[in-house]
């Protein structure tokens, strides 16, 4: 669908860099044979809205017989999402789902009280070589849905709005945003976007969210007269009315955000939680390895290995 013009003349370019409260410099690390770097949570800023964990991998080449091997382990309190630019994952969870994703599509998992998945190259992809970009999140969930059944959604790129036009492409993944709304079900007010922009393109952000976000993974953008490159994450303070600048050589941008949390939460390897009780209570029960009765199994037709508790 084409972009609203309506949107622009009410988006004046930041006046200054008052306007972001905290620049986030990514902690690069490397797992073996791809780097992923990771935004959030940061020392300074532990969530943006509902995101609590922000990664993003690659870009990584494998050769052939190479891949990404995430053996299941366990989630609780929280919602992934995985975008990828290039490649494929291969997801199998704990309630029988078996799942490839490419990019543009979205995979969203609801942990609530206890989930398991893995993320694998899939056999297919190993006969040759291949690549793999893309962003991994994780959502925090309201404290009225931490402990709900897990659930877990998939939808292709079809059916993400895309809003296109005055050198800006931009799929909302998440959420509502820019007069658009995605399919995916959410459960606190959010907005993620995967925004492509081509050189001088301007980009307002949506003014009806409370925190806001940029994670730039290509190209680079203006903002006040400074320029920020590929690699930082900029949070806006609420209010402002922001509007970015492509470089250059063009921005690719994930733009994320939303209703601010009712507090902070607590997180401890994959688990997430509004207190300190319920993530003991599930490091008890992965350690206690009872996948037949206990609260956490193993996926169908990946139920061989697991990734032990740290």
């Not at 370019?13 to 990771?38: C, K, Q």
């Not at 009225?144 to 931009?170: I, Y």
């Not at 959410?186 to 806001?212: C, I, N, W």
Request: include cysteine; hydrophobic fraction near 40%.
């Amino acid at each position: 669908m084409s972009w609203n013009p309506s949107l622009e003349p009410h988006c004046p370019d930041a006046g200054n860099l008052d306007a972001i409260e905290t620049v986030i410099i990514p902690r690069a690390r490397d797992l073996g044979g791809f780097e992923v770097r990771r935004a959030l949570p940061a020392p300074r800023r532990q969530m943006v809205g509902p995101f609590i964990f922000f990664d993003q991998a690659g870009p990584a080449e494998f050769l052939t017989g190479q891949g990404i091997d995430v053996r299941p382990h366990p989630h609780i309190g929280l919602g992934t999402v995985t975008y990828l630019y290039e490649g494929e994952f291969e997801h199998r969870d704990s309630l029988g789902t078996h799942q490839m994703i490419y990019p543009g599509e979205v995979n969203w998992m609801v942990a609530g009280q206890g989930v398991t998945h893995s993320e694998r190259t899939s056999a297919a992809t190993r006969r040759g070589e291949s690549k793999l970009f893309g962003i991994q999140t994780w959502m925090a969930l309201p404290e009225s849905h931490e402990d709900r059944a897990a659930s877990f959604e998939h939808h292709g790129k079809a059916a993400l709005p895309l809003l296109e036009g005055e050198g800006k492409q931009v799929r909302l993944i998440l959420g509502s945003a820019w007069g658009e709304k995605a399919p995916v079900t959410m459960y606190s007010e959010t907005f993620y976007a995967d925004v492509v922009l081509q050189p001088g393109a301007k980009l307002p952000l949506p003014e009806d969210h409370e925190d806001r976000g940029l994670y730039i993974t290509q190209g680079s953008i203006e903002i006040a007269g400074d320029t920020f490159e590929a690699g930082r994450m900029m949070v806006f303070r609420p209010g402002d009315a922001i509007t970015v600048t492509a470089g250059l050589q063009g921005a690719r941008l994930m733009a994320l955000g939303g209703e601010t949390m009712n507090g902070p939460r607590h997180i401890w390897w994959n688990f997430v939680a509004s207190s300190k009780e319920k993530i003991e209570e599930a490091k008890a029960a992965w350690a206690a390895g009872d996948w037949q009765h206990g609260r956490f199994q193993l996926p169908p037709g990946d139920d061989q290995e697991f990734i032990p508790l740290p």
